[in-house]
C-alpha cells in the first residue's frame, strides 16, 4: 500500500513502512533556511535563519517524519479533548458545582489562554508517551485515518 505525504508516496507493507529518500523538509521547503520577517524595525526586514528542523540540508529523515505525524496525532487528541470536555464547561453556573476551567484559570492566576496552553501541552504529552509504544505502522495508518477523517488529506488508501 502507499499513502500520501505531501508530494511523497511513503510504502506500507505487512511489516514496514519505507520513507522515501531526501524528503523536502515542510518547514523550510526544501532550502534549508527560513525566511522570516523582522518586525521590529520600522520598515521591517526579511531575516534568514538555520533551519532547525533539517540541520541546513534541506532534507528530513523517514524518523523525522514519523515524529511529526506523532505530534500531529497528539496535537489531535488534545484539540479533541479541550473542545469535547472543558470547553463545554464553562457553560455552566459556578453554582452548579461542576467543573468550570474558567474559575480554575483564575484560581490558579492564570489568564484563560494560558490555562488552556497547559491543558494542552499536559495532554499532548500524555499522547505522545501513548504513541511512543506504537509501531511505525501503526503510526503512520492512524495519521493518515485522521487526516482522511479531518478533510485534510486529499488521496485515501491509495493501491
Request: charged share 30%; aromatic share 12%.
Amino acid at each position: 500500500m502507499k499513502i500520501k505525504f505531501g508530494k511523497y508516496s511513503i510504502e506500507i507493507d505487512r511489516q514496514n513502512v519505507k520513507f522515501p529518500k531526501n524528503i523536502d523538509c515542510p518547514r523550510c521547503q526544501g532550502e534549508g533556511v527560513v525566511r522570516d520577517n523582522d518586525e521590529s524595525f520600522a520598515r521591517g526586514r526579511v531575516v534568514t535563519d538555520a533551519c532547525y528542523h533539517c540541520a541546513n540540508t534541506g532534507h528530513v529523515s523517514g524518523d523525522r517524519i514519523l515524529g511529526y505525524m506523532v505530534e500531529d496525532l497528539a496535537m489531535q487528541v488534545a484539540d479533541k479533548a479541550w473542545s469535547e470536555h472543558i470547553q463545554p464547561s464553562a457553560a455552566t453556573e459556578p453554582d452548579d458545582y461542576g467543573f468550570n476551567w474558567k474559575l480554575c484559570a483564575a484560581e490558579r492566576g492564570l489568564s484563560q489562554a494560558e490555562y488552556k496552553q497547559e491543558f494542552l501541552f499536559d495532554q499532548i504529552e500524555v499522547a505522545i508517551r501513548r504513541y511512543e509504544s506504537w509501531t511505525d505502522i501503526q503510526v503512520v495508518k492512524t495519521w493518515h485515518a485522521a487526516e482522511v477523517k479531518s478533510g485534510r488529506a486529499k488521496f485515501d488508501w491509495m493501491k
